[in-house]
């Protein structure tokens, strides 16, 4: 049998990552074609096939492609450490960080502060993904994850620190906020995102207050913050975040009660490299000076 070599196991690692081929292509940079080429031929070389497609599209690795997958993981955690090596001589920091956030929070509040932390850190990259979905940290969609909640599963390797509370308060443009508020729509989450705390204190509030909910659904912070700066309505909005949009007044003191915490989330392998841990550390003392500073 030919040798396989590590590019042709990034292509299984993509699939169970990705779940489909074009998921797995984008990871990748190539084509659908290629990516299935590439398996194919991967299987024909182990003289079993790596994956089956599943009745909704999906593709499943087969027992083999697990195991395959499970090893190339290896591999790819112990060149990170090489890569990491050979450049330790340069710049210890070099290297690449991707971190997934909600959109609210990687719009808002990492991306304006990014900046200084670059500054002093030329050598490092960082790849900023704004995404509400929870991206497997297990599974290297991202090396570090900023979450509004308390993990539930994820694992004994993934690390997890509360760093921050997020307070929030009902919000609406200035303009409007200076009316009666009490005729302004709330602006309400979809049902999808129907559990999310701030989601919830708008129902209660609107039913609480005999108040309209408005017509229009969001899936969002990042959605609502917008809607609120348009004047389409009022939404429950992280302090933080509408203090610093011009546009924005409060109308509320804020509660104690309206608080949702931020978790900071890591692979512990993917810790002891420098330039992941010291981004981490980075974002713990961030959001340790906002809260600080509320």
Same mark, same amino acid.
Do not use: C
């Given at each position: 049998?030919?040798?396989?070599?590590?590019?042709?196991?990034?292509?299984?690692?993509?699939?169970?990552?990705?779940?489909?081929?074009?998921?797995?292509?984008?990871?990748?940079?190539?084509?659908?074609?290629?990516?299935?080429?590439?398996?194919?031929?991967?299987?024909?070389?182990?003289?079993?096939?790596?994956?089956?497609?599943?009745?909704?599209?999906?593709?499943?690795?087969?027992?083999?492609?697990?195991?395959?997958?499970?090893?190339?993981?290896?591999?790819?955690?112990?060149?990170?450490?090489?890569?990491?090596?050979?450049?330790?001589?340069?710049?210890?920091?070099?290297?690449?960080?991707?971190?997934?956030?909600?959109?609210?929070?990687?719009?808002?509040?990492?991306?304006?502060?990014?900046?200084?932390?670059?500054?002093?850190?030329?050598?490092?990259?960082?790849?900023?993904?704004?995404?509400?979905?929870? &991206? $497997?940290?297990?599974?290297?969609? !991202? @090396?570090?994850?900023? %979450? +509004?909640?308390?993990?539930?599963?994820? #694992?004994?390797?993934?690390?997890?620190?509360?760093?921050?509370?997020?307070?929030?308060?009902?919000?609406?443009?200035?303009?409007?906020?200076?009316?009666?508020?009490?005729?302004?729509?709330?602006?309400?989450?979809?049902?999808?995102?129907?559990?999310?705390?701030?989601?919830?204190?708008?129902?209660?509030?609107?039913?609480?207050?005999?108040?309209?909910?408005?017509?229009?659904?969001?899936?969002?912070?990042?959605?609502?913050?917008?809607?609120?700066?348009?004047?389409?309505?009022?939404?429950?909005?992280?302090?933080?975040?509408?203090?610093?949009?011009?546009?924005?007044?409060?109308?509320?003191?804020?509660?104690?009660?309206?608080?949702?915490?931020?978790?900071?989330?890591?692979?512990?392998?993917?810790?002891? &490299? $420098?330039?992941?841990?010291?981004? !981490? @550390?980075?974002?713990? %003392? +961030?959001?340790?000076?906002?809260?600080? #500073?509320?």
């Amino acid at each position: 049998m030919q040798q396989s070599k590590w590019d042709d196991l990034r292509f299984v690692l993509a699939i169970q990552r990705g779940k489909n081929l074009a998921a797995a292509a984008r990871r990748l940079g190539v084509n659908k074609t290629t990516v299935s080429r590439r398996l194919d031929a991967l299987g024909a070389l182990l003289g079993q096939p790596i994956y089956e497609r599943l009745s909704d599209g999906t593709l499943r690795l087969t027992t083999i492609g697990e195991g395959v997958a499970h090893q190339a993981s290896l591999v790819e955690h112990h060149i990170g450490l090489i890569e990491q090596k050979l450049t330790t001589d340069h710049d210890p920091f070099s290297g690449r960080v991707r971190i997934t956030a909600t959109p609210i929070v990687a719009n808002r509040i990492l991306l304006p502060r990014l900046d200084p932390f670059l500054t002093e850190y030329p050598s490092l990259r960082i790849d900023l993904v704004p995404e509400g979905r929870n &991206l $497997s940290l297990t599974d290297r969609e !991202a @090396d570090l994850a900023l %979450r +509004l909640e308390r993990p539930k599963f994820g #694992g004994a390797k993934i690390k997890a620190r509360r760093i921050a509370d997020i307070a929030y308060a009902p919000f609406a443009r200035r303009d409007k906020a200076h009316e009666d508020p009490g005729t302004l729509p709330w602006i309400a989450y979809d049902t999808s995102m129907a559990h999310l705390l701030q989601a919830r204190w708008v129902v209660k509030a609107a039913r609480d207050r005999g108040e309209s909910l408005s017509p229009l659904r969001v899936a969002d912070g990042e959605a609502a913050l917008e809607a609120v700066r348009m004047g389409l309505g009022k939404s429950y909005l992280p302090i933080l975040v509408a203090q610093a949009t011009e546009e924005l007044e409060s109308l509320e003191p804020p509660e104690p009660e309206k608080i949702r915490e931020l978790w900071l989330l890591a692979h512990e392998t993917q810790l002891r &490299l $420098s330039h992941v841990r010291v981004t !981490a @550390d980075w974002l713990n %003392r +961030l959001f340790g000076t906002l809260s600080a #500073g509320m």
